[in-house]
């Protein structure tokens, strides 16, 4: 342990951290022992960001540790923070310590040094702060496999000692879990303490996997309804907290979740756990959208907030083919009101393809629900392409601008002819120009003014206008020069090229100039690129034989995997050897494929699945 005078005895600007050289550190470690607590507090939050980077730890880390240890006992200030900092640099796999690696290695050194001050620390065992008593547990933890016999023995005789008399509950669960990171197998689950049942049984969980007895899943039941209020304070190893734990244990095991949400549900959705227990199932598991949606119309009446659960339902409300009745009158409700639940009420509504919905869209548009609406409600072209066109001749910018150009898309081409002069205004004003580019040229509508602006557009420092509007001039005068030109320069330059590939289908054969180009991209090293590179060169030779192979060499259970089967669909093509991968997309329980804002409509992994359905029938 070394005390702040010794902290110019270190060369810091010699180690570096996250940020470069180290010499930060030592008047960071300085101010804790300030009277100023500010400081104090900007100091642990900057040691936080630079020895201990998003989980990654450096030369300077080390070093800083017999310093750190020494504010925790003299500082007296930021215990807690401090002694979680020293937990989480030390943070690492039993398994890795086996490794080649280790020796030598940033983590071995920090691990050495908090062993070598744990005996001074373990005192604050004792503290009457519950807070300090808990993150010492997890530093004793952090290095439990590392300690040599004598400090271990020490170490296990104090937390015993707290797991059995300690007057906080949470402090002793805690304590249960660092003697079993010591290699004391217990399983208290008969204790009268909920939070040292619902600890043993976790460790249980874990030690077991599933399926998990109905002993261990009545203690998840009954016993984790409610949160430790200090959870996400004290995280345990990867910066998991308990809670976390839980849940994933839980989600490995869908059917035990379900019934596990339910009854927390029914304790009152404390913390929204019950509600966001589900929805986790939702994207993990594939058909269970309709459990889950009933659980979170059980949820609804026990929310403050009510906004967040209501996005989840218009997210996989959508995903049920006939939702419940009870589910969408209460969704109507939350609607018709007036206040923050009203537009996710109202979207999940228009998800659910409730005609109630058109209603109030129209007496409160938003770009976003008008979108969803005309998406859902293509029969209602007449009264909603009134409302589109005011909102776009009103100046809709940004991603407004795009929802209302791409909601004109299901009232096909007659709805893109009537917006034609908001649309030639977007081009012209560059408001969501790349969108309304593609919309004037998919209408066959030609004049000089769009044509001139097509031309113009094509010209923009914008590489993706550039080239949505070359193809839109293209289509509109079978005049491919414009095209060439504008894809010969695109290609040439160093960029993402598959963002203006995947443009060219209806150039078709017009873009064979292109062909030199193109082949070199289909070995290219981005799959992105060979992707787009194979799709082009079918559109363009009719011939799938040269696009088959790298599609088939893309395809998986990835974004550009996804993207490489709709592809491969449209040659109708579907490789033998690629039977037994689509076969395991379709039949498997689990998602493959997480949700992301940017997947689109459609749940990357339902397309998975779909896609994969329609090659196997094709071959």
């Not at 900007?42 to 800083?64: D, F, K, R």
């Not at 420092?461 to 509109?476: I, K, T, Y």
Request: proline share 8%; glycine share 6%.
């Amino acid at each position: 342990m070394r005390s702040p005078a010794e902290l110019d005895d270190v060369r810091w600007s010699d180690l570096a951290h996250a940020y470069g050289p180290a010499e930060d550190v030592s008047e960071l470690i300085r101010a804790l022992y300030e009277d100023d607590e500010e400081a104090a507090d900007e100091a642990v939050y900057e040691l936080y960001g630079n020895i201990h980077h998003q989980g990654t730890i450096y030369q300077a880390s080390a070093p800083a540790v017999p310093f750190l240890a020494h504010a925790v006992l003299h500082a007296r200030r930021k215990r807690e923070d401090l002694l979680m900092l020293l937990a989480v640099l030390a943070d690492h796999s039993p398994d890795f310590v086996e490794s080649p690696h280790w020796p030598g290695s940033d983590v071995a050194a920090v691990c050495a040094e908090l062993c070598e001050v744990l005996p001074e620390l373990l005192p604050c065992l004792g503290d009457p702060e519950r807070g300090v008593r808990r993150a010492v547990l997890r530093t004793v933890a952090a290095v439990a496999d590392l300690l040599p016999d004598e400090l271990r023995a020490l170490a296990v005789e104090q937390v015993d000692a707290l797991y059995a008399d300690d007057p906080v509950p949470a402090v002793r669960a805690d304590a249960l879990v660092v003697l079993n990171r010591f290699g004391r197998v217990l399983e208290p689950l008969d204790s009268p303490l909920p939070e040292v049942r619902l600890a043993a049984a976790q460790l249980a969980a874990e030690r077991s996997g599933p399926p998990y007895s109905p002993e261990l899943v009545e203690v998840f039941a009954e016993d984790g309804a409610e949160p430790d209020p200090g959870d996400d304070d004290y995280p345990w190893s990867d910066s998991v907290t308990q809670d976390r734990r839980l849940t994933g244990l839980l989600g490995r095991e869908p059917d035990v979740a379900l019934t596990v949400a339910a009854r927390w549900i029914a304790a009152g959705d404390i913390g929204s756990r019950g509600s966001w227990l589900a929805g986790g199932i939702a994207e993990k598991w594939r058909d269970r959208e309709r459990e889950v949606l009933d659980l979170s119309l059980a949820a609804l009446p026990h929310q403050d907030k009510p906004a967040a659960l209501l996005r989840t339902i218009g997210h996989w409300i959508g995903h049920v083919p006939d939702p419940e009745a009870d589910l969408r009158d209460t969704l109507h409700r939350y609607a018709s009101a007036d206040d923050e639940t009203a537009e996710p009420a109202l979207l999940a509504l228009v998800n659910s393809r409730d005609p109630r919905a058109l209603e109030l869209v129209l007496e409160r548009p938003t770009a976003r629900l008008v979108e969803a609406a005309a998406r859902h409600f293509p029969e209602a072209a007449d009264r909603l392409m009134p409302v589109i066109r005011h909102e776009l001749a009103a100046g809709a910018t940004g991603n407004d601008g795009i929802a209302l150009v791409q909601a004109l898309a299901p009232f096909g081409t007659t709805a893109a002819v009537a917006a034609r002069p908001e649309l030639v205004d977007c081009l012209r004003t560059r408001r969501a120009a790349i969108v309304a580019a593609r919309q004037l040229g998919s209408i066959g509508v030609r004049t000089p003014e769009i044509t001139d602006l097509l031309l113009d557009a094509t010209r923009s420092s914008d590489p993706s206008l550039r080239a949505s509007a070359a193809v839109a001039h293209h289509r509109l005068t079978d005049d491919p020069a414009a095209a060439l030109r504008t894809y010969e320069e695109l290609l040439s330059s160093k960029g993402q090229t598959h963002w203006y590939l995947s443009g060219l289908e209806p150039l078709s054969s017009a873009a064979a100039p292109l062909l030199p180009l193109i082949e070199p991209l289909l070995e290219a090293r981005y799959d992105w690129t060979r992707k787009a590179a194979a799709e082009a060169h079918h559109w363009i030779t009719g011939s799938p034989d040269r696009a088959v192979p790298v599609l088939a060499g893309l395809v998986g259970a990835s974004p550009v995997g996804i993207s490489a089967l709709k592809a491969l669909a449209a040659t109708g093509r579907s490789p033998k050897d690629l039977h037994p991968a689509l076969r395991s997309y379709v039949s498997s329980p689990k998602r493959l494929l997480p949700d992301s804002p940017f997947s689109g409509k459609d749940h990357p992994d339902d397309e998975l699945r779909t896609l994969s359905r329609m090659l196997l029938m094709i071959g």
